[in-house]
């Protein structure tokens, strides 16, 4: 028989994913009574289906560079925070661009980024092309470079951060869907019900259904993200950078022998196979040792994106409701500063 959940807890974090694990760890760690429920197992959703990558540049975006700078700082410190290693691999991240308003963009906000503690220079495009040599120099006319990227298994960061949840006295409930959520803040579960002095969201593309459950209103809109295989190119390659087409959003880097890639998924009307011809239309383009090459699917996942793809991290005014969601698949990057947080606004404290 499942072990039944206790009658109360200070604080109920919803989804156990890699922002819920973050949130119960820093939760715990402060000696906040915490509780954990997940919907099925821990790291099953969202936090499974990544490229596995940590960054701290993203294009146009300070605020969420200023996270992930501050979460990656924290993953250099993880072992020694968890005692779980993660084995952090450095390969960068590189931006192209193809358009000279992306370079104007991208030096109107460089002061804002470095500011911010992002290390990003633009670089030329014969640069670029001895970074990522797959990359034809005359496809693009320049290109950011940001070295503080990493390659990460996400659910190595989930399992650390659970292991040292549980540590510190916390509670986690796997196969434990919520299924209402009353005025008092009790949440029901198949299990029984919790009555919780503050409820944690961090449910990731669910996090708009829980919320709902408690008369809050968060606009997330659930996207999808397919994940794509190429064949084994025919020439071998070294150990390639993310690399990032600025004007399509597809990304590639080395998986093994084979190369990973993205575009997120097929538009409203689209085909399958037009969305893929689009691909490697892309591919032929940026990349020409890879025109041609063959397509197979890696996995799919949902991901919780906000209207402007920051991430809301907050506290409902009139309830205590915190939530952290809206990652748009740059959860990884972001989840240790959203348990701290989390973890603050909890407290009653400023966050840093």
Not at 67 to 74: D, E, G, H, I, P
Not at 145 to 159: C, F, K, T
Not at 195 to 221: F, K, Y
Not at 283 to 306: E, N
């Amino acid at each position: 028989m499942p072990s039944p959940l206790p009658a109360r807890a200070e604080a109920v974090v919803i989804g156990g994913g890699v922002i819920g694990t973050s949130a119960a760890y820093h939760l715990a760690e402060a000696g906040v009574d915490t509780v954990l429920l997940e919907r099925g197992a821990l790291g099953g959703g969202a936090s499974a289906h990544t490229a596995g990558m940590v960054r701290t540049y993203f294009p146009g975006d300070p605020y969420t560079g200023q996270l992930a700078v501050r979460s990656l700082n924290a993953y250099h410190e993880f072992a020694r925070r968890t005692a779980a290693p993660l084995g952090l691999k450095r390969l960068g991240f590189m931006a192209l661009f193809t358009e000279e308003e992306q370079i104007a963009e991208f030096e109107a906000t460089q002061h804002a980024q470095k500011a911010a503690g992002v290390q990003v220079d633009l670089i030329s495009a014969r640069e670029a092309a001895g970074i990522n040599p797959l990359l034809s120099e005359r496809a693009v006319l320049a290109a950011a470079w940001s070295p503080e990227a990493y390659h990460v298994d996400g659910l190595d960061i989930v399992r650390g951060y659970a292991a040292a949840a549980r540590n510190h006295g916390a509670a986690l409930f796997t196969h434990t869907p919520v299924t209402g959520i009353d005025d008092d803040n009790t949440v029901h579960t198949p299990r029984g019900g919790i009555r919780a002095d503050s409820i944690v969201c961090t449910a990731g593309p669910w996090s708009g259904e829980v919320a709902s459950m408690a008369s809050v209103d968060l606009p997330l809109t659930p996207r999808t993200m397919e994940m794509l295989f190429t064949d084994v190119p025919p020439t071998p390659h070294r150990e390639l950078p993310m690399t990032m087409h600025a004007a399509s959003g597809l990304r590639i880097r080395s998986w093994k022998d084979r190369i990973l890639l993205a575009m997120g998924a097929p538009k409203a009307g689209e085909t399958r196979t037009g969305w893929l011809g689009r691909i490697a239309g892309h591919l032929g383009s940026l990349f020409p040792a890879l025109d041609g090459i063959g397509l197979h699917r890696a996995w799919t996942g949902d991901f919780d994106a906000s209207p402007n793809n920051c991430a809301f991290i907050g506290e409902h005014p009139t309830r205590r409701f915190l939530y952290a969601a809206g990652f748009t698949g740059a959860g990884l990057c972001q989840a240790p500063a959203a348990g701290e947080k989390l973890r603050d606004l909890l407290l009653v404290k400023q966050p840093e």
